[in-house]
């Protein structure tokens, strides 16, 4: 089975810099692993649904994210570590949610749509304070 692990949440005034982690292990029932997965981040805030942040291609080559992150957010991985990362610059208040990575062993590149994704992590929290 696959597992996937984030880290890296933590409390951080608006303005600042964070980075988040996503660690990788296993493999699927054919045998695939983290290289072959187009993997996203997403988050939940409270009260909202979850909603998409960031996806990277197999090898990096392709990245996309969402227009309230884009020039934020930095997306990037790491193949020979089988982590995923999620740089954040000039965090907002609005940025505060249950951030999430997202594994797609199916497609190169990874969707907008959670529903695309086979295997998620448990989240972890990233606070902003004004």
């Known amino acids: 089975q696959v597992h996937l692990t984030e880290s890296g949440g933590a409390l951080v005034p608006a303005g600042g810099s964070l980075t988040l982690s996503c660690t990788a292990s296993g493999a699927t029932p054919f045998g695939n692993t983290f290289r072959n997965f187009a993997m996203g981040w997403f988050r939940q805030a409270p009260g909202k649904e979850r909603e998409f942040v960031a996806q990277i291609s197999w090898k990096g080559g392709s990245t996309s994210y969402a227009d309230s992150v884009l020039g934020r957010f930095s997306i990037s991985r790491d193949n020979e570590k089988n982590t995923l990362y999620l740089q954040m610059n000039n965090v907002k208040p609005e940025d505060t949610a249950v951030y999430y990575c997202?594994?797609?062993?199916?497609?190169?590149?990874?969707?907008?749509?959670?529903?695309?994704?086979?295997?998620w992590g448990p989240g972890t929290q990233v606070s902003v304070s004004s």
């Open positions: 997202a594994a797609d062993p199916n497609q190169e590149i990874g969707s907008r749509n959670g529903a695309a994704y086979d295997y």
